[in-house]
């Protein structure tokens, strides 16, 4: 019982601390109208509590109906969340825009539905191909089915082109199954052709071409792609010097999205080293908290599928962030779950944790409970 209190604690208090503190850059913007970050600081903090309530919502939601209904639930979800991703090409429905379909507007709602399909994506492979106790195992036509129209989604996404989260799909889809028990010496290959695959992919649109480009030779393109790395580099430049005090950097005022894209590094020159590390030490939690909750479902391959899958899902997006503010990639446009301003990634990471946290406090099956009502 010990374990299962600390992992809800490491898997919470962290994210609430992140939240918390993604107000409070929004707040601290300027009264003019301007992206997040940058002004209207009441519009844009008001949308992201409400996204931090219907996210907390949405984890209680699953948390209460338990981690075996969940799973059952797994093709549905990642059925509606297919069709909704696959929506961004309907005229009218999706959002065109910086030569990218990758948003829903309907009537007050907008948003990314990406996010939701890397989530579910993960539940319906760990539920697919994981082995709940006992003999029972799903068909291996069913198994097959999830991991064709897992790749399908994939494509979906590279379609819109949206290459980071197709990416982190795929880390999605290899993490639950190397959960669900998946041999490794059948994953890593794979793993690598498909990425392999996605890069080879991405090198054929021009304007990945152009982030390289600008990553590699920045002085060169000042009124390009290279203008968003000196503008990093020259916050990381700040952050040495010490920390200028919430709202007082510079980066936010030269970065195109600072509460979004590239929040990471508004903390580390606005909050300095300290509040960087914070930031760290609070993904360091968070994975320790899934973690713990993969060991309590030591029993059920679906449970540990699952958290693997969760837990790719919020971290995988947190050390890509990470590594674009620090300079060490490319930039590719990448939010960090809770601390970025982004609604609808904020809704799914919400529910990624009420799954964890659910796995963490699921009852062991019993010998002689049925496998497939196991908590």
Not at 27 to 39: E, N, Y
Not at 164 to 171: I, P
Not at 204 to 215: K, L, N, P, Q, S
Not at 270 to 295: F, N, P, Y
Request: charged share 10%; net charge positive; with cysteine.
């Amino acid at each position: 019982m010990a374990r299962r209190r600390t992992a809800v604690a490491l898997l919470i208090v962290p994210v609430v601390g992140l939240a918390a503190l993604d107000l409070a850059i929004l707040a601290s913007a300027g009264a003019r109208p301007g992206p997040p970050g940058l002004g209207a600081s009441h519009h844009f903090v008001m949308r992201h509590a409400i996204a931090i309530a219907l996210g907390g919502v949405l984890g209680a939601l699953i948390v209460r109906a338990g981690i075996a209904r969940v799973l059952r639930l797994a093709p549905a979800l990642f059925a509606i969340a297919l069709i909704a991703t696959a929506a961004v090409f309907v005229p009218g429905v999706g959002v065109r825009a910086a030569g990218a379909s990758r948003w829903l507007h309907l009537g007050p709602l907008s948003g990314s539905p990406a996010p939701f399909l890397i989530g579910a994506t993960g539940l319906w492979m760990a539920a697919a191909w994981g082995r709940p106790p006992g003999p029972a195992h799903g068909p291996a036509e069913s198994r097959t089915l999830a991991l064709v129209l897992a790749l399908l989604g994939v494509l979906v996404l590279v379609a819109q082109p949206d290459f980071s989260a197709a990416a982190v799909a795929l880390c999605v889809t290899f993490a639950a199954l190397a959960g669900a028990g998946v041999a490794g010496r059948r994953l890593v290959p794979a793993a690598a052709v498909l990425l392999f695959a996605l890069v080879l992919g991405a090198s054929r649109f021009g304007y990945v071409g152009d982030r390289i480009h600008g990553f590699l030779s920045p002085q060169s393109d000042r009124r390009g792609h290279g203008f968003e790395v000196l503008s990093l580099a020259r916050a990381r430049a700040n952050a040495a010097a010490g920390p200028s005090g919430l709202g007082q950097g510079s980066a936010r005022r030269h970065l195109s999205s600072p509460a979004s894209d590239y929040v990471f590094a508004i903390v580390n020159e606005e909050l300095g080293h300290k509040g960087a590390w914070a930031v760290v030490g609070a993904w360091a939690a968070v994975a320790a908290g899934a973690v713990l909750a993969a060991r309590s479902a030591a029993s059920d391959e679906r449970h540990r599928g699952a958290a693997a899958a969760c837990a790719a899902a919020l971290l995988a997006p947190a050390a890509l962030h990470i590594a674009v503010c620090r300079g060490w990639t490319p930039i590719v446009g990448v939010t960090m779950p809770f601390l970025s301003y982004d609604p609808g990634l904020t809704v799914a990471s919400g529910g990624e944790i009420g799954v964890l946290v659910a796995i963490a406090l699921a009852a062991p099956p019993t010998a002689d409970t049925p496998s497939g009502f196991a908590a």
